[in-house]
C-alpha cells in the first residue's frame, strides 16, 4: 500500500480504533486518520473510537468526537482501520466494528504483529505508527492539525526522540510537521513534564520504595490498588514513572507495575539496550518494542516481578536473580 487513498475509494462509511489503554501513538495516529478523512473526504461517514484517551490530548483537533462506547450491535462500516493494534485481542472500544466491518486495514509497526486484517500496511522498521501513517499521506495534504496529532504520536513512541527506533527520516519528518506551526514546545512539556502535585507524589512513592534486583541491572517499582485509592489516581496518572526508573544509573531493565484489581497488574518494561524487553512481554501474553513494552500479569506484586525477572535473566546470564 503506497497512499490512503487506495483503501478510501468508494468507502461511505468507516471506523478507526487505536488499541487498549491507548498511549500516545495510538491517539496521535487515529485522530490524524479521522482528521484526514474529515477534511479531504466529507462525503465519508467516519467515526474514532479510543478507550478513554487522556486529558493531556486534549490540544488534538477534535478529540471532544471520539467515541469511546461502541453504538448499536448492528452497526456496519465499509471500512475499519485499526492503527498502532499489534493483535486483534489488542483491539479495546470497535472490536464487534472490526469484526462486522465489510473492510479491513491494519495500520501498524509492531514487529511482532503476524496482520489480522484484511489489507495489513505493518512497518516494523518505523520508529511509531503515526510515522507510518505519515508515510501514507500526501505531504501537501498534512494540515496543522493533522500534522499536530502526527507529532503527538511520534514524541511519545520514540521518548521525544530519544529512543534507538529515532532515525534520520524520523527527524526530518518531524522537522516538516514543525513548518505548519503548532506550539511542538507546549506539547512536549505537557505529554512528558507537567505533573499535578498528587502525581510528583506518586512518582516519588515509586521511586522511593523501588528495589534493586540481578546485581543492580534491573529495578522494580510497584503500587498496590489500596495506594492508588489512597492518593485518589489512576492508570492514567502513572505516565513518566516507568522512564524515571530507566534513568537509574547502571541500570539495564525498569519495571514498573501497577494494580488494575486484586492480584491483576499492568507491567510497563523499559530497556536501555542490552535487553529486548517485547520478548519478555510477549512471553506473558503482551507486547511492544525492543525497548518499550508491556503486559498484563496476576499474583502479588513480588510474585509479578519474579516471573519477570526470570525472564530477564534469560538475557543477562551473568546477573544473579
Same mark, same amino acid.
Given at each position: 500500500?503506497?497512499?490512503?487513498?487506495?483503501?478510501?475509494?468508494?468507502?461511505?462509511? %468507516?471506523?478507526?480504533?487505536?488499541?487498549? &489503554? =491507548?498511549?500516545?501513538? +495510538?491517539?496521535? /495516529?487515529? *485522530?490524524?486518520?479521522?482528521?484526514? $478523512?474529515?477534511?479531504?473526504?466529507?462525503?465519508?461517514?467516519?467515526?474514532?473510537?479510543?478507550?478513554?484517551?487522556?486529558?493531556?490530548?486534549?490540544?488534538?483537533?477534535?478529540?471532544?468526537?471520539?467515541?469511546?462506547?461502541?453504538?448499536?450491535?448492528?452497526?456496519?462500516?465499509?471500512?475499519?482501520?485499526?492503527?498502532?493494534?499489534?493483535?486483534?485481542?489488542?483491539?479495546?472500544?470497535?472490536?464487534?466494528?472490526?469484526?462486522?466491518?465489510?473492510?479491513?486495514?491494519?495500520?501498524?509497526?509492531?514487529?511482532?504483529?503476524?496482520?489480522?486484517?484484511?489489507?495489513?500496511?505493518?512497518?516494523?522498521?518505523?520508529?511509531?505508527?503515526?510515522?507510518?501513517?505519515?508515510?501514507? %499521506?500526501?505531504?501537501?495534504?498534512?494540515? &496543522? =492539525?493533522?500534522?499536530? +496529532?502526527?507529532? /503527538?504520536? *511520534?514524541?511519545?513512541?520514540?521518548? $521525544?526522540?530519544?529512543?534507538?527506533?529515532?532515525?534520520?527520516?524520523?527527524?526530518?519528518?518531524?522537522?516538516?510537521?514543525?513548518?505548519?506551526?503548532?506550539?511542538?514546545?507546549?506539547?512536549?512539556?505537557?505529554?512528558?513534564?507537567?505533573?499535578?502535585?498528587?502525581?510528583?507524589?506518586?512518582?516519588?512513592?515509586?521511586?522511593?520504595?523501588?528495589?534493586?534486583?540481578?546485581?543492580?541491572?534491573?529495578?522494580?517499582?510497584?503500587?498496590?490498588?489500596?495506594?492508588?485509592?489512597?492518593?485518589?489516581?489512576?492508570?492514567?496518572?502513572?505516565?513518566?514513572?516507568?522512564?524515571?526508573?530507566?534513568?537509574?544509573?547502571?541500570?539495564?531493565?525498569?519495571?514498573?507495575?501497577?494494580?488494575?484489581?486484586?492480584?491483576?497488574?499492568?507491567?510497563?518494561?523499559?530497556?536501555?539496550?542490552?535487553?529486548?524487553?517485547?520478548?519478555?512481554?510477549?512471553?506473558?501474553?503482551?507486547?511492544?518494542?525492543?525497548?518499550?513494552?508491556?503486559?498484563?500479569?496476576?499474583?502479588?506484586?513480588?510474585?509479578?516481578?519474579?516471573?519477570?525477572?526470570?525472564?530477564?535473566?534469560?538475557?543477562?546470564?551473568?546477573?544473579?536473580?
Amino acid at each position: 500500500m503506497k497512499n490512503v487513498e487506495e483503501f478510501l475509494c468508494g468507502v461511505h462509511s %468507516m471506523g478507526i480504533a487505536g488499541h487498549l &489503554r =491507548p498511549d500516545g501513538d +495510538a491517539v496521535g /495516529t487515529v *485522530m490524524a486518520l479521522y482528521l484526514y $478523512v474529515k477534511e479531504y473526504h466529507p462525503e465519508i461517514e467516519v467515526d474514532a473510537y479510543l478507550d478513554h484517551p487522556r486529558p493531556v490530548f486534549g490540544h488534538i483537533d477534535r478529540i471532544r468526537e471520539v467515541r469511546m462506547t461502541e453504538p448499536e450491535p448492528d452497526k456496519v462500516y465499509d471500512l475499519f482501520v485499526t492503527c498502532d493494534v499489534s493483535a486483534r485481542d489488542r483491539l479495546s472500544v470497535g472490536a464487534g466494528l472490526f469484526a462486522r466491518a465489510r473492510r479491513t486495514v491494519c495500520i501498524d509497526h509492531h514487529v511482532s504483529n503476524t496482520g489480522f486484517a484484511d489489507i495489513n500496511h505493518i512497518r516494523g522498521d518505523i520508529s511509531s505508527c503515526s510515522e507510518v501513517l505519515y508515510g501514507l %499521506m500526501d505531504q501537501e495534504k498534512v494540515t &496543522r =492539525p493533522i500534522a499536530t +496529532a502526527i507529532y /503527538t504520536g *511520534m514524541i511519545h513512541d520514540t521518548g $521525544v526522540f530519544q529512543y534507538g527506533s529515532t532515525t534520520p527520516e524520523t527527524m526530518r519528518i518531524a522537522a516538516k510537521l514543525m513548518e505548519t506551526g503548532f506550539p511542538f514546545n507546549r506539547i512536549i512539556d505537557d505529554s512528558f513534564y507537567r505533573k499535578t502535585y498528587i502525581q510528583n507524589q506518586v512518582m516519588g512513592r515509586v521511586l522511593a520504595e523501588s528495589i534493586m534486583l540481578m546485581d543492580c541491572k534491573v529495578i522494580a517499582g510497584y503500587l498496590r490498588r489500596k495506594d492508588m485509592i489512597f492518593y485518589g489516581v489512576t492508570g492514567q496518572d502513572m505516565e513518566g514513572i516507568v522512564n524515571q526508573l530507566r534513568l537509574t544509573e547502571g541500570i539495564e531493565v525498569a519495571i514498573f507495575t501497577y494494580e488494575l484489581e486484586t492480584q491483576r497488574y499492568k507491567v510497563s518494561l523499559r530497556s536501555n539496550g542490552r535487553v529486548d524487553v517485547s520478548v519478555v512481554a510477549s512471553y506473558f501474553g503482551g507486547g511492544g518494542h525492543e525497548r518499550a513494552a508491556g503486559c498484563d500479569l496476576s499474583g502479588t506484586a513480588y510474585d509479578v516481578i519474579n516471573n519477570l525477572t526470570a525472564q530477564i535473566a534469560l538475557q543477562l546470564p551473568e546477573a544473579e536473580a
